[in-house]
C-alpha cells in the first residue's frame, strides 16, 4: 500500500513543489496551500454526483467509437470535473486577503488540479497495479496540473480587471474544458479503436492519433509553461 501512495503522490509533490518554487513575489502560506489540495480532494468526491446527474441527464449517443469517446471525455469526465475543480477553487480562496498577486490565482488552482490528480491517481493505481504509475505519471497528472494552470490564469485576470470578470471566469471554465475533454476524447477514442475488430485499419489510425496526441500535449505544455513564466515575472 505504501508503494501505490509514493508511486501515485510522487509526481504530484514534484509539481506543487515545481510551482511553489516558481513563486518569487510574495510566498504562500502552506496552511492555504493544502487546504487549496484538500478542496482538490474534495473536488474529486463532488464530480462523482456531478458526473453522475449529467450522465442521467444527457443521453449517451449512437454507440459508435468515435460518440462513445467524445460523451465520456466531456460529458463524463470534462465538464463536471472542472467544473467542480473551479468551485473549490472559487470557495478556497476567491475572497482571502492572501490572493492578492496575479500568479496566486495559478498556485491555488494548481493545488486544486494536483488534489484531484492525487486521489484520482490512487484509485486508478490501486485498481489496475503499479503497471500504471509511470504513464499517468508522466501525462495525466501533468495533464491535471497544465489544465489548472489555464485555469489559474484565468481565474487570476477575473479576480483583478474587475470590468472583464464575466468573461475571464467563463474562460477559466471553458478552456480547461476544451483542452481537457480533447485529451481524453483521443485516448478514449485509441481505446476504442483498438477493441474492434478491423485491426489495420484501426492500427493505422491509432498510430496517427498517438503522434497528434504527443504534439497536442506538447502544445499544452509549453503553453501553460508560458503563462506560468508571465504570471511569475520570469
Not at 500500500?1 to 513563486?23: E, Q
Not at 480533447?182 to 491509432?206: K, P, S
Amino acid at each position: 500500500m505504501s508503494i501505490i501512495l509514493i508511486a501515485s503522490l510522487l509526481p504530484v509533490a514534484l509539481l506543487m513543489g515545481y510551482i511553489y518554487k516558481r513563486d518569487t513575489f510574495e510566498k504562500e502560506p502552506w496552511p492555504l496551500l493544502l487546504k487549496a489540495f484538500g478542496f482538490g480532494v474534495l473536488a474529486a468526491m463532488l464530480d462523482m454526483l456531478v458526473a453522475g446527474a449529467l450522465n442521467f441527464l444527457i443521453p449517451k449517443p449512437s454507440d459508435t467509437p468515435l460518440a462513445d469517446a467524445l460523451y465520456n471525455a466531456f460529458v463524463s469526465a470534462a465538464f463536471p470535473e472542472e467544473f467542480c475543480k473551479l468551485l473549490m477553487l472559487y470557495l478556497c480562496i476567491w475572497k482571502s486577503p492572501y490572493f492578492n498577486e496575479y500568479y496566486d490565482g495559478l498556485e491555488y488552482a494548481a493545488f486544486v488540479g494536483l488534489g484531484f490528480a492525487g486521489i484520482e491517481n490512487v484509485l486508478y493505481i490501486m485498481q489496475g497495479g503499479l503497471g500504471l504509475a509511470v504513464g499517468r505519471g508522466l501525462f495525466a497528472v501533468p495533464a491535471h496540473f497544465f489544465f489548472a494552470i489555464f485555469m489559474g490564469y484565468f481565474f487570476a485576470l477575473a479576480r483583478f480587471r474587475y470590468n472583464m470578470r464575466r468573461k475571464y471566469l467563463t474562460l477559466a471554465y471553458l478552456i480547461p474544458v476544451a483542452l481537457h475533454g480533447t485529451y481524453d476524447a483521443v485516448l478514449m477514442y485509441m481505446n476504442n479503436l483498438n477493441d474492434t475488430d478491423i485491426l489495420q485499419e484501426t492500427n493505422a489510425i491509432t498510430g496517427i492519433l498517438y503522434i497528434g496526441f504527443l504534439v497536442f500535449f506538447f502544445f499544452v505544455w509549453r503553453a501553460a509553461t508560458r503563462r506560468v513564466n508571465r504570471m511569475s515575472g520570469q
